[in-house]
């Protein structure tokens, strides 16, 4: 998946699907993920497929689900822990693996930094944007010059949540109540795409693309395109990336 987004002269992204690499099910075919229980030499292989196809160095972060953010070198390991990243170098690819959350990537309108954030709902209530676009705006300046695309995700007819969750996003924004659809016993239908754009309008971006929360994007509804793994719990990880050129 190539996103339609307005990005500058020099800056590429991507998003992988399921179908061109090598790992056997339940990981069929191009699992990124090395921490999901498959065959080490068949991720090897699909990571070296995926690099080759971005014609950059994707950096594959140990994420877990914070607001930790790392700036991107040409020797930045992978496995640094962190769950958003931005660089200024060429060819060297923000990355994030996803199975349900939301992968976010972020661009200079004028080219000059890009990034991206790993969101699921602890993240980005969390302040896992707020905590990127800080360190982003040291180099880009005002966010109106920022652009975003939103990756696929778990939709707003799959998301179900407790309580915590929704009071955690009202707690910060009473407005995101509305985000939240009731549900039996208690629980909502978390619309996750929505949440990330209010948050990234607060911030002051204002040129948002990608996953409008429709079904298309949802990766418990697509099955044959995206891993997922609140559908299958035995999942593979498929990956967003952003790089200047």
């Known amino acids: 998946m190539v996103p339609q987004w307005p990005a500058p002269a020099g800056v590429r992204a991507f998003c992988s699907e399921r179908d061109g690499g090598v790992s056997e099910p339940p990981y069929d075919t191009l699992n ?14 699909n990571r070296r497929r995926y690099a080759a196809g971005l014609g950059a160095r994707p950096v594959f972060l140990q994420q877990v689900h914070g607001q930790g ?16 990243c931005w660089t200024t170098e060429p ?3 923000c990355t994030m693996m996803v199975a349900d959350c939301l992968p976010v990537l972020l661009a200079d309108a004028r080219g000059r930094v890009v990034g991206a954030a790993h969101c699921g709902w602890r993240g980005l209530a969390g302040g896992v944007l707020e905590a990127l676009w800080a360190q982003m ?6 966010p109106q010059g920022m652009l975003a695309w939103l990756g696929p995700c778990i939709g707003p007819q799959a998301f179900e ?10 707690a910060h924004d009473a407005a995101s109540a509305d985000l939240f659809r009731p549900h039996a016993d208690g629980k909502f239908f978390a619309d996750l795409p929505a949440l990330a754009r ?10 948002i693309h990608g996953n409008d929360g429709s079904r298309a994007w949802c990766t418990v509804s697509n099955p044959s395109r995206f891993f997922s793994h609140r559908r299958d ?6 990956a967003a ?3 200047r050129t």
Not at 137 to 142: H, M, N, P, R, S
């Open 32 to 45: 990124l993920g090395d921490h999901v229980g498959d065959d080490a030499a068949a991720v090897g292989e």
């Open 91 to 93: 060819g060297v690819a």
């Open 241 to 243: 990336s952003v790089w």
């Open 233 to 238: 719990r035995l999942s593979g990880r498929f």
């Open 69 to 84: 953010v790392v700036r991107l070198a040409a020797d930045t390991p992978d496995m640094t822990q962190a769950d958003a």
């Open 161 to 170: 949540v407790g309580a915590e969750v929704r009071q955690a996003f009202v």
């Open 198 to 207: 209010r948050r990234l309008g607060a911030l002051g971006l204002q040129v």
């Open 137 to 142: 705006a040291t180099v880009a300046g005002q």
